[in-house]
């Protein structure tokens, strides 16, 4: 199975910046789609940006134009820079993993999950 690390998560004041970092080592080849996820407590987890092996990314509109998504070329290492935080990005951030490019995957789902890293932003 695909195993994923994130890292980054913290503390930090609104209007503030973080990156979120995702390392993902496994048997996943191209293509594959790697995708940021968040959820808080009592709301439905929604994604915040999606990128594939091809580096073909899409951001959601509810974070579109504060975050961006990144990886390496040659590694299975994916990026979530987030800037302008504000109190409501406050969230358990994932990363996750599928087979496949990321609109089959964002339709069909991500087979692999890591376990998460906080991010806590502060008014």
């Known amino acids: 199975a695909e195993e994923l690390v994130e890292s980054g998560g913290g503390s930090v004041q609104a209007g503030g910046s973080l990156t979120l970092s995702c390392a993902a080592s496994?048997?996943?080849?191209?293509?594959?789609?790697m995708g940021w996820f968040r959820q808080s407590p009592g709301k439905e987890r929604e994604g915040v940006g999606y990128?594939?092996?091809?580096?073909?990314?899409s951001i959601p509109d509810r974070v579109k134009g504060r975050f961006t998504i990144s990886r390496e070329n040659t590694k299975k290492i994916v990026y979530l820079q987030m800037n302008s935080l504000k109190p409501e990005d406050t969230a358990m951030y994932y990363c996750?993993?599928?087979?496949?490019?990321?609109?089959?995957?964002?339709?069909?789902?991500?087979?692999?999950w890591g376990n998460g890293t906080l991010v806590t932003v502060s008014s």
């Open positions: 996750a993993a599928g087979g496949g490019y990321c609109a089959t995957t964002i339709t069909y789902g991500f087979d692999y």
């Open positions: 496994g048997p996943i080849s191209r293509p594959y789609c």
């Open positions: 990128i594939d092996s091809d580096s073909d990314s």
